[in-house]
């Protein structure tokens, strides 16, 4: 037995009146910033399942105002049950002698949280039409949390508009990877703040794939590792940015429902008209937010404690929000590269052996397994496949590229030091956001590189449909 086996066994034991015996306990697939776990239990009335999420490596983090922590989650989720909220019930919060590290268990519902199955479905026909409504309702009730009351307003930290773009904005730039389109977003949130915001509990991750559904409506809202106070209309903007849509770009709110529906709902709790023009700042925001954050997924990969290949695939996901950026700031048409065959005479050419590899990964290994072994396999083939198509496209896509930064920011060196020179020049307002050629070179780049990174995403394609010869 695991030590990791043996310490679940004693808490279960403990804080779980009807335990009898551990069934089983399988890590889920997904969750790359904390860790879900599937744990079935033995009772007198027959098995029974818990859910317990986990921080990844099952070690104790240092909570800060931004993350509160797996027990401020935990509160968060049962004082949003007390609000009308469909929540599970949490069952214990981990402690230090419990000596697996920060998390909570609680009770397992089920439903459907695969966001691409929630808009595709069949089995979610008969309700689809009405689950932006209920979303709205759901948010309304979260933005209505007594925040003194519920003893959330001193553990949860406190963002305006303005603080949570320098915030995201400073995170980025800490990891040293000049990306121009990331900086222009910034500058462009900057100059169009929101105005006369009343504070309220914001759930700041409250998307398609964080919320459980079923053919009734909504089960339960996940994951609140991210919650604050702040705007509430980040969370309306946020279920409505393009990356949880999963392809259905005609349905603005998690590919399911219309910007009116959503509206709605929440007008009809909250009593509060919503103001468009102020979503779709948050909705921008969110494009931005979560470039920022799949680099910073990367980053993780290179530093932190849980080096799975999942991290570094979703560091490439930063080109699919950027260009969602494009086509919500400067959309326009674009020149798509053609690959190029290059073939040296080697035998087996590179391109060959990363394919073979790839569909080793896609066919055997994914046909042999199943869980997590079975995701990570076929995020490993997509990453091949990124491989494959910088190697047809990558030297001409670099190449020109490095020619239009020339052009904009004057001097020479790597495309590196180029791109930092641009996202200065943007900081510092040097070159202003209105600049025609500023504006073709990164809707250029950008769509370029994200059919390098993802030329099935649904913002490529929209970006795509305008392109010209």
Same mark, same amino acid.
């Given at each position: 037995?695991?030590?990791?086996?043996?310490?679940?066994?004693?808490?279960?034991?403990?804080?779980?009146?009807?335990?009898?015996?551990?069934?089983?306990?399988?890590?889920?697939?997904?969750?790359?910033?904390?860790?879900?776990?599937?744990?079935?239990?033995?009772?007198?009335?027959?098995?029974?399942?818990?859910?317990?999420?986990?921080?990844?490596?099952?070690?104790?983090?240092?909570?800060?105002?931004?993350?509160?922590?797996?027990?401020?989650?935990?509160?968060?989720?049962?004082?949003?049950?007390?609000?009308?909220?469909?929540?599970?019930?949490?069952?214990?919060?981990?402690?230090?002698?419990?000596?697996?590290?920060?998390?909570?268990?609680?009770?397992?519902?089920?439903?459907?949280?695969?966001?691409?199955?929630?808009?595709?479905?069949?089995?979610?026909?008969?309700?689809?039409?009405?689950?932006?409504?209920?979303?709205? @309702?759901?948010?309304?009730?979260?933005?209505?949390?007594?925040?003194?009351?519920?003893?959330?307003?001193?553990?949860?930290?406190?963002?305006?508009?303005?603080?949570?773009?320098?915030?995201?904005?400073?995170?980025?730039?800490?990891?040293?990877?000049?990306?121009?389109?990331?900086?222009?977003?910034?500058?462009?949130?900057?100059?169009?703040?929101?105005?006369?915001?009343?504070?309220?509990?914001?759930?700041?991750?409250?998307?398609?794939?964080?919320?459980?559904?079923?053919?009734?409506?909504?089960?339960?809202?996940?994951?609140?590792?991210?919650?604050?106070?702040?705007?509430?209309?980040?969370?309306?903007?946020?279920?409505?940015?393009?990356?949880?849509?999963?392809?259905?770009?005609?349905?603005?709110?998690?590919?399911?429902?219309?910007?009116?529906?959503?509206?709605?709902?929440?007008?009809?709790?909250?009593?509060?008209?919503?103001?468009?023009?102020?979503?779709?700042?948050?909705?921008?925001?969110?494009?931005?937010?979560?470039?920022?954050?799949?680099?910073?997924?990367?980053?993780?990969?290179?530093?932190?404690?849980?080096?799975?290949?999942?991290?570094?695939?979703?560091?490439?996901?930063?080109?699919?929000? @950027?260009?969602?950026?494009?086509?919500?700031?400067?959309?326009?048409?674009? %020149?798509?590269?053609?690959?190029?065959?290059?073939?040296?005479?080697?035998?087996?050419?590179?391109?060959?052996?990363?394919?073979?590899?790839?569909?080793?990964?896609?066919?055997?290994?994914?046909?042999?397994?199943?869980?997590?072994?079975?995701?990570?396999?076929?995020?490993?083939?997509?990453?091949?496949?990124?491989?494959?198509?910088?190697?047809?496209?990558?030297?001409?896509?670099?190449?020109?590229?490095?020619?239009?930064?020339?052009?904009?920011?004057?001097?020479?060196?790597?495309?590196?030091?180029?791109?930092?020179?641009?996202?200065?020049?943007?900081?510092?307002?040097?070159?202003?956001?209105?600049?025609?050629?500023?504006?073709?070179?990164? %809707?250029?780049?950008?769509?370029?590189?994200?059919?390098?990174?993802?030329?099935?995403?649904?913002?490529? %394609?929209?970006?795509?449909?305008?392109?010209?010869?």
């Amino acid at each position: 037995m695991s030590e990791f086996q043996s310490r679940l066994e004693a808490v279960l034991a403990r804080e779980i009146a009807e335990y009898r015996g551990l069934v089983s306990c399988e890590r889920l697939s997904g969750g790359a910033s904390q860790e879900t776990y599937r744990i079935v239990i033995r009772t007198e009335d027959g098995d029974r399942k818990l859910c317990m999420r986990r921080a990844p490596g099952g070690v104790k983090v240092e909570t800060v105002a931004q993350h509160p922590g797996l027990a401020t989650e935990a509160l968060l989720m049962r004082v949003a049950r007390e609000a009308g909220v469909p929540e599970p019930e949490v069952r214990h919060v981990l402690t230090d002698d419990d000596g697996l590290g920060d998390g909570f268990l609680m009770e397992w519902l089920e439903g459907e949280a695969l966001g691409a199955r929630i808009v595709r479905s069949p089995d979610f026909d008969a309700i689809r039409p009405k689950l932006a409504y209920l979303c709205g @309702q759901a948010l309304a009730r979260i933005h209505a949390v007594d925040l003194e009351a519920s003893g959330l307003s001193s553990r949860l930290g406190r963002l305006t508009a303005e603080e949570f773009v320098h915030q995201t904005w400073d995170r980025y730039k800490l990891l040293g990877t000049p990306q121009p389109m990331i900086d222009y977003a910034g500058k462009w949130l900057l100059a169009n703040l929101p105005k006369d915001v009343t504070p309220a509990l914001v759930h700041n991750d409250f998307r398609n794939g964080n919320i459980m559904f079923d053919q009734n409506g909504i089960v339960a809202v996940l994951d609140w590792e991210v919650a604050h106070i702040g705007d509430p209309m980040r969370d309306l903007g946020w279920i409505c940015t393009n990356s949880w849509r999963f392809g259905r770009t005609e349905l603005p709110v998690g590919g399911f429902g219309e910007y009116a529906d959503l509206f709605a709902g929440y007008e009809s709790v909250s009593g509060t008209p919503v103001d468009p023009e102020r979503v779709r700042f948050w909705e921008v925001f969110g494009s931005f937010w979560w470039a920022t954050g799949c680099l910073g997924m990367a980053e993780h990969y290179r530093s932190g404690p849980d080096k799975t290949v999942e991290r570094p695939g979703i560091g490439r996901r930063s080109s699919e929000c @950027q260009v969602d950026c494009v086509n919500l700031l400067i959309p326009g048409p674009v %020149r798509l590269l053609a690959p190029r065959p290059d073939d040296d005479g080697d035998m087996p050419r590179l391109d060959e052996l990363l394919v073979s590899v790839r569909d080793f990964l896609h066919k055997d290994v994914m046909a042999a397994t199943q869980g997590r072994t079975n995701f990570l396999a076929r995020v490993a083939g997509n990453s091949l496949d990124i491989v494959l198509r910088d190697l047809a496209v990558g030297p001409q896509h670099r190449a020109e590229e490095k020619a239009r930064l020339k052009a904009l920011v004057g001097g020479d060196g790597d495309v590196k030091a180029l791109r930092t020179a641009l996202v200065e020049a943007i900081r510092n307002g040097s070159l202003p956001l209105h600049d025609a050629a500023l504006i073709e070179h990164l %809707r250029q780049t950008v769509v370029n590189q994200v059919a390098i990174d993802q030329p099935r995403y649904s913002g490529f %394609r929209t970006a795509a449909s305008r392109a010209v010869d």
